[in-house]
């Protein structure tokens, strides 16, 4: 059983930046962070293969954020560059046992693991 647990979350100003930190117990093929507002369904914004080589994002965050991760480590990062208000959510990290693909690594039923969130408020 994998255990997944986000930190980094927080407050800061339109424009601004946060850097999110998952860290996980186990190994997973595919990494994911999902988020959610207030109100409103769950919806994905950027996933990464195990090694690194294949990334995919959101067309709302696409040139603003950008997943990594270092498995040394065991964890995945966020980096959120120019945030807006509307980037204000609950942000969960997912992963997924199986090797992904555009299609799939959007998908939030394919993933098995998920973090408890983590609360990112962007004020104007």
């Known amino acids: 059983q994998v255990q997944l647990v986000e930190s980094g979350g927080g407050l800061v100003q339109a424009g601004g930046s946060l850097r999110l930190s998952c860290t996980t117990s186990g190994r997973t093929f595919t990494m994911a962070w999902f988020r959610q507002a207030s109100g409103k369904e769950r919806e994905f914004v950027a996933a990464i293969s195990w090694s690194g080589a294949r990334t995919y994002y959101a067309d709302s965050v696409k040139g603003r954020f950008t997943i990594s991760r270092h498995n040394a480590k065991n964890t995945v990062a966020l980096q959120m560059n120019s945030l807006k208000p509307e980037d204000t959510a609950v942000y969960y990290c997912?992963?997924?046992?199986?090797?992904?693909?555009?299609?799939?690594?959007?998908?939030?039923?394919?993933?098995?693991?998920w973090g408890q969130g983590t609360q990112v408020t962007v004020s104007s």
């Open positions: 997912a992963g997924d046992q199986h090797y992904s693909d555009d299609a799939r690594a959007r998908r939030s039923y394919e993933y098995e693991y």
